[in-house]
């Protein structure tokens, strides 16, 4: 089963305006993590985000913010205000915690935003 | 500072050759990643380094892949006799895992290697 689900395989938005890229995870960890990147054509991925389970607060950095509803699984990307750059690859991402105590991040399949000048 | 660097940034090679990729981390970083991204996926994870620490290998896809990290910092994957399957862009990344916060786990990407298999 898939632990972190986009079910946006493509999203478009008008420059200056906002968009919402959804995000669904699956886990029985009550402490975990959500990250989201950007991976630009270039292929580097960019971090952006990041909400911890205990978080009460959603997470914003500048444009982006985390829309964290837990009761519903979900870990909704916003950016406003969008921008010409913003056209990119978007991946979900979940940190999980073996029981040895290694660590690494699930992803999602992405979601691929195009900005319309 | 630097960022993660890795080398060398493209890579062709014959089905059947053996490949070595490599990976700088951050100075300071403890824990170190590999990851997979074939075309037009999300990142496959492929093995975690922390520390001294034995790795966590769970997820190489085979006995013909195999990563090590020499004290503590430069990391090396090796792909042995390999496979036009193994054609991806191979990432690694490094956190600091340690002190609170956001910066605890932030991972770190490097730019990639892209191999090819021909």
Known sequence: AQKITQTQPGMFVQEKEAVTLDCTYDTSDPSYGLFWYKQPSSGEMIFLIYQGSYDQQNATEGRYSLNFQKARKSANLVISASQLGDSAMYFCAMREVTQGGSEKLVFGKGTKLTVNP | ?118
């Open chain 2, 1 to 118: 500072g630097a960022g993660v660097s890795q080398s060398p940034s493209n890579k062709v090679t014959e089905k059947g050759k053996d490949v070595e990729l490599r990976c700088d981390p951050i100075s300071g970083h403890t824990a170190l990643y590999w990851y997979r991204q074939s075309l037009g996926q999300g990142l496959e994870f492929l093995i975690y380094f922390q520390g001294n620490s034995a790795p966590d290998k769970s997820g190489l896809p085979s006995d013909r892949f195999s990563a090590e990290r020499t004290g503590g910092s430069v990391s090396t994957l090796t792909i042995q006799r390999t496979q036009q399957e193994d054609s991806a862009v191979y990432l690694c990344a490094s956190s600091l895992n340690e002190g609170t916060g956001t910066a605890r786990y932030e991972q770190y990407f490097g730019p990639g290697t892209r191999l090819t298999v021909t």
